[in-house]
């Protein structure tokens, strides 16, 4: 089977985008690991498929596959991708859009200035939400890591994140930490782990490790997440700058029951073909 992909990026979080609308596929989590493998496929933190919605308040559906080919609920940086990308296809005219996802419908809008905004929705803070293991909701909670204790704000954008503050984001134990955060036993659906230092009011310094995906250089929905935590603890004021390793994006929350609006660039790297083995087709 040969099918037709996008590669594309938001701040070097990189996508295969794929076009189900005009071509016939539905991948399975055998092929999306082949696509998203960096020596043998495309490569990618995460594979984006574009569908037909099935809502008749959407525009499309969104569906998003991490690497490790696991089906997941929201993708902030690959939400800015979508609608570049179905303005670069000719899918629509539209320069804001409603895109159905896993979560819930999201509205992208493409700025005069190739920026992309995204709503991203109303943060959630219950930990039945999350999902994660808590007696009640708190702004911080603890936990308990390798024999240490650390403070997390945990926060869902649609999907789980555990944010903590750290005084130095190079020297943060991502590697170390990420891991063990992302499959804790109290995020009984695994967590994305954000590492945050607050370098003022407005601007903050963000490595998120992501579940299913590993470092990436940049997590839209991580940088929400943070965000929201950081005027929850009274350190940030919106709108926050944040400094991810692939640049800069703009999020602004004006407090709780409000949405969390995003803002950030989306590139298109190349288009191509590649042949799915056989293989991989069952």
């Not at 390798?146 to 649609?158: E, L, R, T």
């Not at 555990?162 to 695994?190: K, L, T, Y």
């Not at 929350?253 to 590139?267: I, N």
Request: hydrophobic share 40%.
């Amino acid at each position: 089977m040969r099918i037709r992909f996008t590669k594309m990026h938001g701040l070097g979080n990189d996508f295969v985008v794929l076009d189900a609308i005009n071509q016939a596929f539905v991948p399975n989590g055998a092929q999306v690991r082949f696509l998203a493998d960096r020596h043998f496929g495309v490569g990618c933190d995460q594979l984006l498929v574009v569908e037909p919605a099935q809502r008749p308040d959407a525009d499309f559906r969104y569906r998003i596959f991490n690497a490790d080919g696991g089906e997941v609920e929201q993708c902030g940086n690959g939400a800015r991708c979508f609608v570049r990308f179905v303005h670069e296809r000719g899918l629509t005219d539209k320069r804001e859009i409603r895109v159905e996802t896993k979560c819930g419908i999201i509205a992208p809008r493409l700025e005069d200035d190739g920026l992309v905004t995204v709503d991203m929705g109303v943060p959630r803070f219950s930990p039945g939400e999350i999902p994660f293991v808590a007696q009640e909701d708190a702004v911080k909670h603890q936990l308990e890591i390798a024999g240490h204790f650390i403070d997390i704000s945990v926060v869902s954008m649609g999907n789980p994140h555990a944010v903590q503050v750290v005084d130095d984001v190079d020297a943060a134990p991502v590697d170390r930490d990420g891991p063990r955060i992302e499959s804790h036993p109290r995020f009984p659906q695994r967590v994305n782990a954000g590492f945050m230092q607050a370098v003022g009011r407005h601007d903050i310094r963000l490595r998120v490790y992501e579940r299913g995906a590993g470092e990436t250089l940049a997590c839209g929905t991580g940088a929400c997440a943070a965000v929201v935590a950081g005027i929850r603890r009274g350190l940030l004021d919106s709108p926050v700058a944040v400094q991810t390793r692939g640049g800069q994006l703009t999020i602004a929350w004006s407090g709780a029951g409000s949405p969390v609006l995003m803002t950030g660039p989306a590139a298109t790297v190349f288009e191509g073909e590649i042949d799915i083995p056989e293989d991989l087709q069952s």
